[in-house]
């Protein structure tokens, strides 16, 4: 006997192929559904038919037997009584209505099975991402679980500390606060703590969240600056959002305070940047400098001397580009007359923040603004910067609007940012 296997899409497809290879004579020996290729994950092979069709040499000259018995069926191949037979051999080209009436369950159940591939491919056409979505929400919790066994089991052996400390040691880490700075509070906290008081979860809060803002310092804005006119310099790398700043400052001082305000740029390479800050300039009706260098900068300030506030906008410079530093220093390295601020964005890295002070600190820094607030979830570089620096923060921006996303730095707003005392 002749055996062939064919996959197709469905039986009509099969018995075009098994006449065409094996004749009218052939026979269908079984059919079985099948998968064809694994598939992400195994699941989304494309499912297909298998028929299995022969042609028995000998069917031309012997006579035509009757369909063995299953008993026989399973001896014929070599297999034990018990187990199954192969599907009763259906001849081909029969149009009989017993071999009619054998077909019929075999259509009906290939049918069934088409309508089961196409439900299957609509449902696994968003399955993919369903499954990938999960399984990188297991794979964060997971991970934030190895974290916290390994916190509490490895690094924090040493520290014997009551449940609401712990806890609150865990968020102020978790939150960004450096693990040594952490453990200093809590260690400090427990020695003036009650035992009785260590109890209340609420109260170890506040008394933390008070600690802490004993250690940061705020500038209220620009209003320390105690000379009559204000001059206040943004400097910083790139990227972290000065131009926008600067707008969101000249705003804030004529519409809170009702001062005259008046804008300069020292920025002429990124020309874009300069036709953002005059775009701004006009929306917000102040006068704008573009000035180039030293000369130019004092020029233009004497220019500006019936003016209550003027903020000067600088380009970005890259903390290790030596060259752009020492011209930055050039022109802004004095006291007194300018209050430059250093602009941070709350997103940068605990040690890229630490090694920008650094380079920029070789010019005179009066305060700190921390950008993009809202493009952070933890908040306690912050307080790492202030106890490293000690350098006070003037303002926060959460957001491009100008000039809705900007606020004074509080010590409440900066504590609550870590603690989350309010629950916001």
Not at 24 to 30: M, T
Not at 184 to 204: G, H, M, P, T, W
Not at 270 to 286: C, D
Not at 318 to 334: A, C, K, N, P
Request: glycine content about 4%; overall charge neutral.
């Amino acid at each position: 006997m002749d055996l062939k296997r064919y996959r197709v899409n469905n039986i009509q497809e099969a018995l075009q192929l098994i006449k065409k290879d094996l004749g009218p004579e052939a026979v269908i020996v079984s059919t079985r559904q099948v998968k064809e290729g694994k598939g992400t994950f195994g699941l989304f092979g494309k499912t297909v038919l298998e028929v299995t069709a022969a042609l028995d040499q000998e069917q031309k000259t012997a006579p035509a037997k009757p369909p063995p018995s299953q008993a026989a069926a399973a001896i014929a191949y070599g297999k034990k009584e018990h187990e199954t037979p192969p599907a009763p051999v259906i001849p081909f080209r029969s149009s009989s209505k017993d071999n009619q009436s054998l077909l019929l369950p075999l259509q009906k159940d290939v049918q069934e099975l088409k309508e089961s591939i196409d439900e299957i491919k609509v449902r696994t056409a968003t399955y993919g991402d369903h499954v990938i979505n999960q399984l990188k929400h297991e794979l964060g919790e997971m991970r934030h679980m190895l974290h916290m066994i390994v916190s509490q089991s490895v690094h924090h052996d040493d520290l014997h500390l009551p449940e609401n400390l712990m806890i609150l040691f865990q968020q102020m880490k978790f939150g960004g606060l450096e693990e040594k700075f952490a453990r200093r509070v809590v260690l400090e906290a427990q020695k003036n703590i009650s035992e009785e008081d260590l109890q209340n979860f609420s109260y170890v809060k506040i008394f933390l969240a008070r600690m802490l803002m004993k250690i940061i310092k705020t500038t209220n804005g620009i209003e320390n600056i105690e000379p009559s006119q204000k001059i206040v310099s943004l400097i910083g790398p790139t990227g972290v959002g000065k131009t926008t700043t600067a707008a969101k400052i000249c705003s804030e001082q004529i519409l809170q305070y009702k001062r005259k305000v008046a804008l300069i740029t020292v920025d002429t390479l990124r020309i874009a940047a300069v036709e953002q800050l005059r775009a701004y300039a006009k929306v917000i009706n102040v006068p704008l400098s573009i000035v180039s260098d030293k000369v130019e900068l004092d020029r233009a300030i004497s220019s500006y001397a019936d003016y209550d506030v003027i903020v000067i906008d600088t380009g970005g410079c890259s903390q290790r580009d030596e060259t752009q530093m020492f011209e930055l220093r050039d022109i802004f390295d004095e006291r007194g007359r300018l209050h430059n601020v250093l602009v941070l964005s709350a997103t940068t890295k605990d040690s890229d923040t630490n090694e920008i002070t650094r380079k920029f600190g070789s010019m005179p820094l009066d305060s700190i603004i921390f950008t993009k607030l809202d493009e952070s979830s933890s908040y306690g570089s912050i307080f790492n910067h202030a106890i490293r620096f000690k350098k006070p923060v003037s303002y926060l921006t959460t957001g491009q609007n100008v000039p809705e996303d900007i606020e004074l730095a509080t010590k409440e707003r900066l504590v609550d940012l870590l603690l989350h005392i309010s629950g916001s």
